[in-house]
């Protein structure tokens, strides 16, 4: 399953960010999910929970921020949130969209011990 590599990849920077600041233990971990990431929030939790036991991430807690599609409309020059998945610009309904945010996973935000 695609979350598991993420996770295992996510625990591993877990693992060299502690590491690195000579902490022994991660408290919080912080994601940002963008909608278009094709990471399934629920699946990634569940993947986190079980790849955590026996690493430095066992005590952690998970924290998911869902990114909306945030697009730059070539034609009014609007930055628009999209609410739902379709591309168009809502405010002049141009199909002319740069893909600003929403597209990606990754770490946000770490607490260590
Ligand atoms: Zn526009």
Redesign the pocket.
Known sequence: MHEYSIVQSLIDACEENAKANDATKVTKVVVKIGVMSGVEPELLKTAFDTFKEQTICDNAEFIMNIQPVIVS?K??L?ESTLEKLEYC?P??K?AELEIVDGEDMYLMQLELE
Request: charged share 10%; aromatic share 0%; proline share 0%.
């Open positions: 409309c034609s009014c609007a610009c405010k002049c141009s």
